[in-house]
């Protein structure tokens, strides 16, 4: 029996450790060789997680979507605006309309398509100035101004009119950012409407104690007579004295005009007179 190699020699651990566990150097040792696994397979990784998002990265660049930037913004986002010539001098009317594109800016030029909506009531070539034939986003750009001359007609004083402009897709920009949503509404993204008028109604702020019947003719003869601004009768800042001043000023006005035999005159032929208040003065 004194010759017999003990099992726990042969197979290299004492009684103590039958139950199958490693000594601590020994698992120490297996702890760093399978640190050193892992480090490099994530060296080996790393060129291909690279190469991942470069290729999504291309991927986005390569599908630019094209927007009304008006309609994306954080606050007071709108995909429509209105002009009116009421209390305008000119006969032309410049809307800015910005349109905006997705992805990264490049170093060429990329052409993008606009076209008029047939709902619009509105005319190329009578009420607005036709598009240019070619629209471009600029190299090194995200963003491009149209920039829609509009026409003042007659017809405008009795009638209002649209323009609504239409985003195409096209080899350069796709239209997928259709619509953003704000509470319960979704503006359109793609889509831009202008509506234009020259009418005018009777100003909150008109009294006619003062100043009379309403119409369009003497509210501009008291502007070029009095030389203030149309707006002064859209704003609670007139006071009663100032307003009685006006009446006085311009009934004085009239009256020295018929006396000179230039009776002034509404676009209906009847005289123009003020207010009730002006018997009184």
């Known amino acids: 029996m004194s010759n017999v190699i003990s099992p ?51 991927t986005y660049d390569s599908e630019s979507s094209i927007y009304f930037s008006d309609a994306v913004k954080d606050l007071g986002n709108t995909n429509s605006s209105d002009i009116t010539f009421t209390f305008a001098k000119g006969q032309d009317s410049i809307k800015s309309i910005i349109v905006g594109v997705t992805g990264t800016a490049v170093n060429w030029d990329r052409e993008y398509k606009v ?18 034939e070619k629209l471009v986003i600029k190299k090194n750009a995200l963003r491009d101004t149209i920039k829609l001359r509009i026409k003042r007609t007659p017809d405008m004083l009795t009638n209002n009119f649209s323009i609504v402009l239409d985003l195409n897709p096209n080899e350069n920009f796709n239209t997928n950012l259709m619509e953003k949503t704000q509470g319960p509404n979704k503006i359109s993204c793609l889509q831009y409407s202008v509506t234009v008028s020259d009418q005018i109604k009777k100003p909150q ?49 009239f009256l020295e005009q018929k006396a000179a035999g230039n009776t002034i005159l509404e676009d209906d032929n009847t005289e123009m007179t003020m207010g009730p208040y002006a018997q009184y003065l």
């Not at 100043?211 to 009095?226: A, H, S």
Request: hydrophobic fraction near 40%; charge should be positive.
């Open 8 to 58: 726990e020699i042969i197979i290299g651990f004492n009684q103590s450790d039958v139950s199958g566990r490693i000594p601590s150097d020994q698992r120490s040792l297996k702890d760093k060789q399978m640190k050193k696994i892992i480090n490099t397979i994530a060296v080996l990784m790393l060129p291909l997680v690279f190469a991942s998002c470069e290729k999504e990265l291309m």
């Open 115 to 132: 076209s008029v909506n047939p709902g619009s009531t509105a005319k190329a070539g009578v009420h607005f100035d036709a598009l240019p």
């Open 205 to 253: 702020y008109w009294i006619e104690f003062f100043l009379g019947n309403f119409t369009r003719k003497k509210m501009f003869k008291m502007v070029e007579v009095l030389n203030v601004s149309p707006e002064i009768f859209t704003k609670p800042t007139m006071s009663p004295t100032e307003m009685s001043l006006y009446t006085r000023v311009m009934n004085r006005y």
